[in-house]
């Protein structure tokens, strides 16, 4: 699969763009009761643009940024692990996975990994997810201390 639209390479160093999505993302997420750092999240993002297993996309309208990573017990397959998820237009989101599906499949990745947030858009991300060959595989918990 090829996406008709190709990403600017502009935004791939658009600090600011990233910060501003980082924040948008964490004011929607379960961790929006804890401080946004810019700093340190655009720290993050340089490190895995600079982790030779690592990939970045931004767009316009959304970022995305992952990992390719080794199962813990089957280290011969690969993983391919999204950190991290944002847009703000209408298929864009879709544009930016496939990009990273893209991307897993060129390095490697028996397997692609995504995880959503449990929230009123989790039902639509699932049947969203399903059409496009994923199975839910895995539920997050968090207890505050």
């Given amino acids: 699969m090829t996406l008709r639209r190709t990403f600017d390479p ?24 804890e401080r946004f750092d810019p700093e340190a999240s655009i720290a993050f993002v340089h490190r895995i643009q600079e982790n030779p297993d690592g990939f970045y996309q931004c767009s316009e309208d959304g970022f995305i940024g992952g990992v390719l990573t080794p199962l813990w017990f089957a280290p011969e397959t690969l993983l391919a692990v999204e950190l991290f998820w944002y847009s ?11 990009v990273f599906e893209q991307w897993a499949e060129r ?5 692609i990994q995504f995880s959503a947030l449990a929230d009123q858009h989790e039902p639509a991300l699932r ?9 839910a595989v895995e539920i997050g918990f968090r207890k505050t201390l």
Avoid: N, T, V
């Fill in 127 to 135: 049947r969203i997810m399903a059409r496009s060959g994923y199975d």
């Fill in 10 to 33: 502009a935004f791939q160093d658009d600090d600011e763009r990233a910060i501003e999505f980082g924040r948008k993302f964490h004011a929607l997420s379960p961790w929006r009761h």
């Fill in 88 to 98: 703000e237009s209408k298929g864009e989101g879709a544009r930016l996975r496939q």
């Fill in 107 to 111: 390095r490697g990745a028996k397997h």
